[in-house]
């Protein structure tokens, strides 16, 4: 969290009001998880991915890190009937939490979990994806380990249609981008630095959150 203190609350408080669901989900993930439950992506940035959402039309939405499923049912409401989102994780017991909320708001359907390391879930995707046995995806948000990002980025360029949006979360690492010294800062900078020059993508980073980074395939 790198904004003045008071500054998020202050936004979520002048924002749509947020479902309850998600007060009962940040709940029931600090009683599962209380050290790690701030890697939701939380009601501000969970808004934004809903708006993305519906602004870009998406209707096949791909998400590396479920965990407990915060950012997935921020998708899952803005998604119409006939979207899906495909969600990836290695961490069943996480996967577990967001099952349950998946399907206490009748969207179980709607959610396709593929529960193991995310790199052998995007082969088993992109050989699918190239011989014509599942379409293309409109947007993918990764939020999963960050010294992998290089490499989902890579099966998203491949797993999303021209035009489509990659979403990448933490792209600010704490700010520590600006002095990167443990394994994750060093590969979430390497990662923006190759951004800069990568002309297949129009790239946004915003300082919201942990920083958000949007990219359009061109
Ligand atoms: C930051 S959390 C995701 C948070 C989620 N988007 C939300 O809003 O609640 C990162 C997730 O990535 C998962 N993860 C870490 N390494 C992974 C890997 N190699 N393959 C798949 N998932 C992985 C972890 O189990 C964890 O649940």
Redesign the pocket.
Known sequence: MIFREGIEKYCDEHSSLSDPLFRELEEE?RAFAPK?AH???GTIE?RLLSLLTRLSGATRIL??????????LHFLKALPDNGKLTT????EK?VAVARKFWSSHGWESKVESLV????A?VSMLIEEVDSGKRPLFDLA?I???KS?YEDYFRASMKLVKKGGLIIV??TLWSGDVLNPQDKAAKAIHAFNEARRTDVRVESLLLPIRDGVSLFQIL
């Open positions: 993930t790690v890697m939701q992506v969970g998400e590396f890190g479920t965990f407990t499923g915060c950012s997935s990836l994780d290695i961490d996480a193991q390391d995310a790199h879930s948000f939020d999963a380990d992998s979360d933490n």
